[in-house]
């Protein structure tokens, strides 16, 4: 099983709204990574999560905050976002977060902030 | 900085043709993966390489690691209707952390 799924599917929210993306995979991963990608372009590194810990913040502002409750979890948690930040988001884990590993992604979630 | 060349940019061809797209830096890399994504979806795992001069097949899908380390290319044999999409080359430079570096994307268009 290489799956990884995200929630929802597609989101539209407002300027002022709180929501938040999900992630999940049951692969025993320990690394997991949230990317941004506007549309014609390659996905975008934001965060990496290795060992549930923050790892690698690619100067990301504050209004994206990422969470990862346990090994098989991710969130990012949106607040107060901007019309530019419309794009979809990627989730994707790999085993250890080691240099040499492969990275799944699920399918993303597709959002459009008014 | 660190660049990842990716070429062609786009390809528009007949089915049955067979397709061939690279990838090439200034840097050596570590490891080289293809992926194919199709709107809006995720990208999709096609090869993963991790050595200089590694050939790997999947399928109709083949790869090979540059010996130099500095390139990789992706071959399609008998294009079919479903694989068009975006065909990206990705990977992680010597000396780099666990961060994937991107191509710009080949868009795959295959007229039946």
């Known amino acids: 099983d290489t799956e990884v799924t995200q929630t929802p599917k597609h989101l539209v929210m407002g300027m002022t709204n709180k929501k938040s993306l999900k992630c999940e995979q049951h692969?025993?991963?320990?690394?997991m990574y949230w990317y941004k990608q506007k549309a014609k372009k390659p996905p975008e590194l934001m965060f990496v999560?290795?060992?549930?810990?923050?790892?690698i913040n690619e100067s990301v502002p504050s209004r994206f905050s990422p969470e990862c409750p346990n090994s098989s979890l991710l969130n990012l948690h949106l607040h107060a976002l901007q019309p530019e930040d419309s794009a979809l988001y990627l989730c994707?884990?790999?085993?250890?977060?080691?240099?040499?590993?492969?990275?799944?992604f699920g399918p993303g979630t597709r959002l459009l902030v008014l | 900085g660190q660049q990842l060349n990716q070429s062609p940019q786009s390809m528009f061809i007949q089915e049955g043709e067979d397709v061939s797209m690279n990838c090439t830096s200034s840097?050596?890399?570590?490891?080289w993966l293809w992926y194919k994504q199709d709107p809006g979806e995720g990208p999709v795992l096609l090869i993963a390489l991790y050595k200089a001069g590694e050939l790997t097949s999947n399928g109709r899908l083949t790869a090979q690691f540059g010996i130099t380390r500095k390139d990789s290319f992706l071959n399609i044999s008998a294009s079919i209707p479903s694989d068009v999409g975006i065909y990206f080359c990705?990977?992680?430079?010597?000396?780099?952390?666990?961060?994937?570096?991107f191509g710009k994307g080949t868009k795959l268009t295959v007229n039946p």
């Open positions: 990705a990977g992680r430079f010597q000396g780099g952390s666990e961060k994937l570096v």
């Open positions: 840097s050596i890399f570590n490891t």
């Open positions: 994707a884990s790999s085993r250890y977060g080691a240099p040499d590993e492969t990275q799944y």
């Open positions: 692969m025993g991963h320990r690394a």
């Open positions: 999560y290795s060992y549930e810990k923050l790892s």
